[in-house]
């Protein structure tokens, strides 16, 4: 009765009547009964929202061998919304289910077991629940999984399935499936490179993944599908960079500032490196730096300029370190300090910048002139003074 009235089977729908004849249902114990109460308590639906009372039921039902009612409770349990978390029941959870063949409990398992939540940090055990999920048909599992043997240099076996299990789902249509298999053929993974190949499923995998838009519009910007296919390219950038994708926020603006593929507009070069830099693009910041401190179709702004070198090199960013020894030793933004400026020629001097040691010896020679000069004038003042000559 509570499925009848669930999906309007037959009689008008109700939320509430259904929830009503679940609890009903439960109370004698009838195990999806106790489920789909509990899961109505944890969300409010047609009853008072009660979490507690919820994932009693949950356990109940999940104790009881319901693996979907096990497979909510780790996500309960993995939440913040209503208590704190508990990584360790959620992972028992989870255990739970992935062995009674939920494969996105396997998958969630696989996750805990990689960043170390609740569970020792085990790659392997990672790795063996994403295959889990994978095996199940799960593709968001099989991605982790890729993306774990290629972060590890897994086996060549593990490699080889893999491309086998994205070049099946990406024939069958999957988009993402396909961006994989392209990322396989491009890099040789589980099989020899093969770039025309693996360019036709970039192109299929571009209609619909944002990733693949940018890989694709790379492969044509380096030559690698043809020659003199700029223009397709940058377009291509473009698209991803639209969408929101970082990375391609980074090289549209390069491309529009240099000009490749098309018009050259500065303008909205600095908006491309802005928005990647808000979002923590550390080259992004650099150039934006860059753009900022004159030479540019855009209005120099050297005190802007000097905040973003200063994000970027505290990243690490090699250049930009370079850039805060320059504005800081040369008063560049209205503002000199010689000893920050000197650090900063340091830090890049120990990433190899070989103008940053042309400048630090630059800046010892001057202070050492200084020094010196500052010498004679105390030695002539001890002449001079009156009081000194009178002492």
């Excluded at 020629?345 to 040691?357: L, N, P, R, T």
Aim: charged fraction near 25%; proline fraction near 2%.
């Amino acid at each position: 009765m509570g499925i009848i009235y669930e999906r309007g089977a037959g009689v008008p729908q109700d939320i509430a009547l259904a929830t009503t004849y679940y609890g009903k249902a439960a109370e004698h114990n009838i195990r999806s009964g106790q489920a789909r109460y509990g899961l109505a308590l944890v969300e409010g639906r047609g009853i008072g929202r009660d979490p507690v009372r919820g994932e009693t039921w949950l356990r109940k039902a999940a104790l009881a061998g319901d693996f979907e009612a096990a497979a909510l409770l780790g996500d309960i349990h993995a939440r913040t919304d209503d208590m704190v978390p508990n990584y360790l029941e959620s992972a028992n959870w989870y255990r739970l289910a992935a062995e009674g063949g939920r494969a996105g409990a396997a998958r969630a398992l696989g996750m805990l077991y990689l960043t170390g939540s609740g569970v020792e940090r085990n790659a392997e055990q990672a790795a063996h629940w994403f295959r889990v999920a994978s095996e199940h048909g799960d593709a968001a599992g099989t991605a982790d999984l890729a993306n774990l043997i290629l972060l590890k240099g897994g086996l060549e076996t593990d490699r080889l399935a893999m491309r086998e299990q994205y070049e099946k789902a990406a024939r069958s249509g999957d988009l993402v499936a396909a961006f994989n298999f392209g990322v396989c053929l491009a890099e040789g993974v589980g099989a020899e490179r093969d770039e025309e190949q693996a360019a036709i499923w970039m192109r299929k995998a571009a209609e619909g993944v944002v990733n693949a838009q940018y890989w694709y519009g790379r492969m044509l910007l380096e030559g690698r599908v043809g020659a003199d296919r700029d223009e397709e390219g940058r377009d291509w950038i473009r698209k991803a960079a639209e969408a929101g994708m970082v990375d391609a926020e980074l090289l549209y603006g390069q491309l529009l500032l240099s000009g490749r593929g098309g018009l050259r507009n500065h303008t909205e070069a600095a908006r491309m490196f802005e928005q990647a830099a808000a979002r923590g693009n550390v080259p992004a910041m650099f150039a934006l730096g860059a753009m900022l401190g004159g030479g540019h179709d855009i209005p120099e702004n050297r005190e802007r300029a000097s905040e973003w070198f200063g994000r970027a090199a505290s990243h690490g960013h090699a250049a930009a370190q370079l850039m805060m020894g320059r504005y800081l030793t040369r008063g560049l933004a209205g503002h000199t300090d010689i000893e920050a400026g000197r650090r900063w020629y340091q830090k890049a001097e120990a990433q190899g910048i070989a103008q940053a040691s042309v400048e630090l010896s630059q800046l010892s020679r001057n202070s050492a002139s200084a020094g010196e000069n500052e010498q004679e004038k105390s030695a002539e003042s001890v002449v001079t003074s009156p009081e000194r000559v009178i002492g």
